[in-house]
């Protein structure tokens, strides 16, 4: 696989499925309902930094959508490099970047499949990602082999559907929300069928399984965080009828690359 600043990739049904659903969601995904804001990007900032600390400075942002996470870690000071297959989600990451001054190198990607050298980063953050690829256990063990001995992996990522008849409710109208706001069919929210036979995680990862292949990758120190502060702030804003779609736990798994070889 090769990976350009920009090209054609070689992906097989499951990725061109997950990458066309990106290009056409990445129109909604910043104006989500409850994302964002001054305090949450604070909170965001502070977890980043101490889950990197200070002696990390060249970090690989994987499946960085629209740059959220790339423009915190640029914000803090950090050497930024990040790579999606989604050029909707690009484009809206690069405009911000350059709207805000943020240096970030942009690059077109599959992360299951880099072409940089072993080693060349200190660290791989990868917020809501591990969830939508089709070999999670694959990914990691190419993450590590790109970042040094004693760099870091920082995983953020969740359950995103819950149990439970208030959460479904909830979800529901979510879906008919964004029908009314943005006369987007609610049928097309979900992976289709075809794209989602091909994860082992469609709706979400557990932290358990998150674990698991932390562990399997021989990732060392693992710290895990709870982050039901950001769900949190993020229901002060929203309305009541999607309070309840938002209790889905998400937390952040971080593991320090061991000696190689
Ligand atoms: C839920 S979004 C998360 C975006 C961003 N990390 C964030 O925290 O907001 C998932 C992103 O992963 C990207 N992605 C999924 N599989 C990928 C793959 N195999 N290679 C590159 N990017 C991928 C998608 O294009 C999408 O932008």
């Not at 990451?93 to 970030?104: D, F, H, N, T």
């Not at 929203?238 to 190689?260: C, E, Q, S």
């Amino acid at each position: 696989m090769i990976m350009m600043e920009s090209g054609k990739l070689d992906l097989d049904r499951t990725k061109e499925g997950v990458k066309k659903y990106w290009d056409y969601g990445s129109k909604f995904y910043d104006t989500a309902p409850g994302l964002g804001g001054n305090e949450e990007s604070q909170i965001w900032k502070k977890l980043l930094s101490s889950s990197i600390g200070p002696d990390l400075k060249n970090i690989l942002d994987v499946g960085s959508g629209t740059g959220i996470i790339a423009m915190y870690l640029a914000e803090l000071g950090y050497g930024v490099t990040a790579v999606d297959f989604s050029e909707g989600m690009m484009d809206i990451a690069r405009k911000k970047a350059l709207e805000k001054g943020a240096k970030i190198r942009f690059m077109e990607g599959d992360i299951e499949n880099l072409s940089f050298e072993d080693e060349t980063f200190d660290c791989v953050t990868a917020r809501y990602v591990l969830w939508t690829l089709p070999h999670p256990e694959k990914a990691l063990k190419e993450w590590v082999r790109v970042v040094k001995p004693g760099g870091r992996i920082v995983i953020i990522d969740g359950k995103w559907v819950t149990r439970g008849l208030l959460p479904r409710i909830s979800a529901m109208n979510y879906h008919i929300y964004r029908f009314i706001k943005y006369g987007k069919n609610p049928f097309t929210y979900d992976y289709r069928k075809e794209v989602s036979v091909g994860l082992p995680n469609p709706h979400g990862v557990e932290k358990k399984q998150i674990m698991e292949y932390v562990s399997k990758a021989g990732l060392t120190d693992i710290v895990v965080t709870d982050l039901k502060i950001i769900r949190d702030i993020q229901r002060k804003k929203l309305p009541w009828y999607l309070k309840y779609a938002n209790d889905h736990p998400i937390f952040m798994v971080r593991g320090t690359v061991a000696k190689k070889g």
